[in-house]
Nanobody, 120 residues
Framework: VQLQACGGGLVQAGGSLRLSCAASGSISSINVMDWYRQAPGKQRELVATITSGSTTTYVGSVKGRFTISRDNAKNTVYLQMNSLKPEDTADYYC???????????????WGQGTHLTVSS
């Protein structure tokens, strides 16, 4: 199983950007899908989560600005980021809890980071 994230870049404060992350491989089922971020010198933090039933949760600092969604047919999770602030600058990582056909268990997988810089 692989998770491929893309969509980062350089945006001015107040702008918008959408990240996407596609899971591929021998996937039987995907449970939760998440976005994390890690700013320079800081610990990685959970930004948003979406369950298989599309229930969403957000860290307080992005509520009302970010929207997580998923396309189950494409095994893809998105993060729509609006009203971006310089403090949103970070490496963003997608993660998902996935069950492979060859396994009876779910495991967490991580994508590579995609970098967002928000200029003031």
């Amino acid at each position: 199983v692989q998770l491929q994230a893309c969509g980062g870049g350089l945006v001015q404060a107040g702008g918008s950007l959408r990240l996407s992350c596609a899971a591929s491989g021998s996937i039987s089922s995907i449970n939760v899908m998440d976005w994390y971020r890690q700013a320079p010198g800081k610990q990685r933090e959970l930004v948003a989560t979406i369950t298989s039933g599309s229930t969403t949760t957000y860290v307080g600092s992005v509520k009302g600005r970010f929207t997580i969604s998923r396309d189950n047919a494409k095994n893809t999770v998105y993060l729509q980021m609006n009203s971006l602030k310089p403090e949103d600058t970070a490496d963003y990582y997608c993660s998902a809890v996935i069950k492979e056909y060859s396994s009876n268990y779910y495991s967490r997988y991580w994508g590579q980071g995609t970098h967002l810089t928000v200029s003031s």
